[in-house]
């Protein structure tokens, strides 16, 4: 199988491609931008496709709701004012492909970048909190900065968790409150990404002694087409209600 590709998309400043690769040399972090790459001469493996696009009126909207309330009004009114999008195409399905990446972002940022969306799970950042991500690497806020949690009528869901190589999750919401799910997703993902465990379908998972305990489903990928960059080619686990522990 191949590997799942991730695509970030960073607005910035810059009004033409040659301004681009001008902030690039200038403040790219050792990065330049080489045609339809990005790439460092230290790193001569490491060089990431890039597309860019014009202005969008959309961008500001999109991102703020991307983001999950993270985003301020300054941030906002940043992103209003962009000039141009670029995008960076890599492959995920690894943690260290999902480091690689954010540090070339991290780069893009430096050089005039507004703010990151992760495109293929539908998750936005803040410079800010994209940068303090990169520069701790814990597992928990790459996690965060990756992994975008949907509700679609009584169903809960990930995206994002193939740029890591793992599949994504889902649930009913029906008895959970939406806190609940989130902290439930958020502890089953990073225990995968951290722990690598060979988990079986059938097998069933509880965050603790008195919590609900959840059978383990092993399905397909069937929210998206398969061209579609939510797509998972790993499936999804569907947590299912197995039984509440009988309380003290």
């Known amino acids: 199988m191949d ?6 998309g960073i607005p910035g400043f810059w009004k033409t491609r040659n301004e681009f690769k001008e902030a690039m040399i200038r403040k790219g972090n050792g990065y330049i931008y080489l045609g339809n790459h990005i790439g460092n001469f230290e790193k001569p493996e490491e060089f990431f496709e890039i597309d860019i696009s014009d202005y969008n009126q959309y961008v500001a909207e999109a991102f703020e709701i991307a983001g999950n309330g993270s985003f301020s009004k300054d941030d906002v009114n940043n992103l209003k004012k962009h000039n141009s999008i670029v995008y960076i195409i890599s492959d995920g399905g690894t943690l260290e492909n999902v480091l690689r990446i954010m ?11 507004i703010a990151v969306n992760v495109e293929s799970s539908g998750r936005a950042c803040t410079k800010k ?14 996690f965060t900065a990756f992994i975008q949690m949907s509700r679609d009528n009584n169903i809960f869901y ?16 029906v008895g959970m409150a939406a806190a609940e799910i989130e902290q439930l997703f958020k502890v089953f993902c990073i225990y995968s990404i951290i722990e690598k465990p060979k988990i079986n379908d059938g097998e069933t998972f509880s965050l603790d002694l008195n919590s609900p305990i959840f ?8 929210m998206f087409e398969e061209d579609d960059l939510f797509f998972n080619p790993y499936g999804i686990w569907n947590l299912i209600r197995h039984h509440q522990p009988k309380s003290e």
């Open 158 to 173: 990930t995206t994002g968790m193939h740029s890591f190589g793992y599949p994504d999750v889902l649930t009913t919401t």
């Open 103 to 113: 540090e070339v972002a991290s780069a893009v940022l430096h050089a005039g970048g």
């Open 3 to 8: 590997l799942p590709k991730i695509v970030l």
């Open 129 to 142: 909190d994209w940068l303090d991500i990169i520069n701790s690497k814990e597992i928990t806020k790459v």
């Open 215 to 222: 059978l383990l489903k092993k399905e397909k990928c069937t």
